[in-house]
């Protein structure tokens, strides 16, 4: 039995459990209960990105101290950082494992509802919908069936203003992370090219899922707005207790 075979009937079978409650749209509500699984899966990794940023806050002045001694020698500069982040056992990569880790799973889902079918086969799952609007289609296609607001057209309306909302309380937090902890310390900024680009740009990467719903897949899309959701919740909480370690520490 292939991967998607698998996936298919894992899908199928939660949309069996919902469909008392659920009726016509079991199927994506399927997907957004497989996704809360996933992240629920991936949260530990997640707890741990957390604590890894607030250990590398933390060693931004030893780093700075670094920078300053091996500023003529960047070779040095490296081994330095690489060793002081192996003693206090930090990771600058850790944040990126539990991105990584759920890439499988929206292209499982991307694969099993794009045009190209399932495997060259078919399941049930192609035929259902989220209201009128099919999960295998595409925003474009809902345009095609009655347009922006038409019946198909209204579910990717709702969908663009969750994703909006989700992005504007994304963007909020950011700007407020970054000028707490910037990407790069206030007394390393000068000189440094593209860094003023960088830290506006960064912000606004969160409205770039609204171009990800617009061409993906609705089951595909949403994978990414229930991902995205969690992300923001679970980033708030986690970074808000991250902040008020120190101070319950120091209590």
């Not at 994506?28 to 957390?50: D, K, N």
């Not at 003693?87 to 045009?115: I, W």
Request: glycine share 8%; with cysteine; proline share 6%.
């Amino acid at each position: 039995m292939s991967v998607f075979a698998v996936f298919a009937s894992l899908v199928e079978r939660l949309a069996d459990l919902v469909q008392p409650l659920f009726h016509g749209s079991a199927a994506a509500a399927a997907i957004v209960l497989f996704t809360m699984l996933v992240r629920l899966a991936v949260h530990p990794l997640s707890r741990q990105a957390a604590r890894g940023q607030q250990a590398r806050a933390k060693l931004q002045p030893q780093l700075a101290e670094l920078r300053k001694k091996h500023r003529k020698d960047p070779e040095r500069l490296r081994k330095a950082v690489a060793e002081l982040h192996a003693a206090e056992k930090v990771s600058p990569f850790s944040g990126c494992l539990p991105s990584l880790l759920q890439l499988p799973a929206f292209f499982l889902l991307y694969q099993l509802f794009s045009d190209s079918g399932f495997g060259g086969g078919h399941t049930t799952l192609l035929d259902h919908t989220l209201l009128s609007a099919p999960l295998r289609g595409r925003w474009a296609d809902a345009l095609g069936h009655g347009g922006l607001i038409g019946g198909q057209g209204l579910v990717y309306v709702g969908l663009f203003l969750f994703v909006a909302g989700i992005a504007t309380f994304n963007y909020r937090r950011t700007k407020r992370q970054l000028a707490t902890q910037p990407l790069v310390p206030a007394d390393q900024q000068e000189g440094v090219p593209g860094l003023d680009a960088m830290t506006k740009f960064m912000p606004l990467m969160s409205f770039g899922t609204l171009i990800t719903v617009a061409v993906v897949p609705l089951a595909a899309a949403l994978y990414v707005v229930t991902s995205t959701t969690w992300s923001a919740l679970e980033r708030a909480y986690l970074y808000r207790e991250a902040a008020a370690a120190p101070v319950a520490t120091a209590a």
